[in-house]
């Protein structure tokens, strides 16, 4: 198979996983609806889940078919890519303002996220209960997040609403909402798309990095990720361009706390992750030096300015450099 077949593979994947994310979260989203559920407990579940659907699909099937170092790779990477790459040109656009709830709530929670990576870790393998305990903290997380929501004011509830009909949480433009049979058929699909394009993506992906004498690590950190955080980086484009880019923050936090908790956890319950090759600590240092960064900046002033931005790119830069150099 030639490099231009897998180009066409990764390019085609990629594309598949996005819109496997979209149908999910949009099908999951009208019978969420139908049932009466509130738009603000949509966009603290069915959206920020939604959007984890890409690292979750990939890093299971990686895992379960002896590829732990893209599986890990994927969910450092990605991690990596939201809190600094997405959040620096969600800035460049447009400079979000951060809510003060956000810092006292769910900062603290990123952070110790961020911080129990390498500490689970510190021994080389992520075993099964390990994995259910970061089960059991995505489900506190949400349970916690939900129960908190139903206290919000009625004005920042009708603000979500707003934001998700525009589309611009969900990176797409408003569509009609559907009959349920038609959304539970949407959701099914968007399942399928996201096995078809995990497996589409990975294939390529693999068949890319033997071609160029990289790493299963470098490749989970780096393509992988990337093509995972694209559909995030996407609506936080859009996000930002329609003036929400404060829901920005909100999207990046809730994907990097899912990624730790939900993808590392659920991937760990179904296969241990052990080291099949070494795993660098600069990997998970930075990690956790990307995510300090990106707090401190998150508390200065309540807002990150185009100057922080550049510096929060930088970051990434050098995270990717310092992975593939030592």
């Known amino acids: ?13 990629i594309a598949i996983l996005y819109w496997g994310a ?3 979260i949009r099908g999951s989203a009208s019978v969420a609806r139908a049932f009466g559920v509130k738009p603000l407990v949509i966009g603290l579940t069915v959206v920020a889940y939604g959007a ?3 690292e979750l699909a990939i890093a299971t099937k990686t895992a ?14 990605s991690c990596a890519a939201n809190i600094s790459l997405i959040l620096g040109l969600t800035a460049l656009v447009s400079p979000p303002t951060i809510d003060g709830r956000v810092i006292r709530r769910e900062i603290p929670i990123l952070l110790g996220s961020a911080i129990a990576v390498p500490l689970l870790l510190r021994n080389g393998i992520l075993s099964k209960l390990e994995g259910s305990i970061l089960i059991g903290c995505a489900i506190v997380f949400t349970i916690v997040t939900l129960a908190v929501s139903a206290r919000l004011d009625p004005d920042d509830e009708l603000e979500i609403e707003r934001a998700d009909e525009s589309g611009a949480v ?15 058929l949407m959701t099914a699909v968007g399942l399928l798309l996201l096995v078809a394009g995990s497996d ?18 470098m490749l989970g ?22 003036g929400h880019a404060a829901l920005a923050i909100g999207s990046v936090i809730g994907s990097n706390l899912l990624n730790v908790f939900l993808v590392l956890g659920i991937t760990a319950y179904l296969q241990p992750i052990t080291f099949g090759e070494r795993m660098h600590t600069v990997e998970l240092i930075g990690l956790v030096a990307i995510t300090l960064l990106g707090v401190l900046v998150l508390r200065t002033d309540r807002r990150i300015s185009r100057a922080e931005g550049v510096l929060l790119i930088a970051a990434y830069v050098a995270f990717i450099v310092l992975s593939g150099l030592l």
């Open 170 to 184: 969900i990176g797409g433009r408003a569509r009609p909402r559907a009959s349920r049979g038609a959304a539970s």
């Open 52 to 54: 984890s659907a890409p």
């Open 221 to 242: 950190l780096t393509v992988i990720s990337l093509g995972c955080a694209l559909p995030e980086l996407i609506a936080c484009m859009v996000a930002a361009r329609r």
């Open 22 to 24: 979209e149908w999910l």
């Open 200 to 217: 589409l993506f990975v294939r390529g992906g693999r068949e890319l990095a033997g071609l160029v004498g990289m790493s299963e690590r």
């Open 64 to 77: 379960l078919t002896g590829h732990q170092p893209i599986a890990l790779g994927t969910v450092i990477g």
């Open 1 to 13: 198979m030639g490099p231009t077949l897998n180009i066409a593979q990764v390019v085609l994947g």
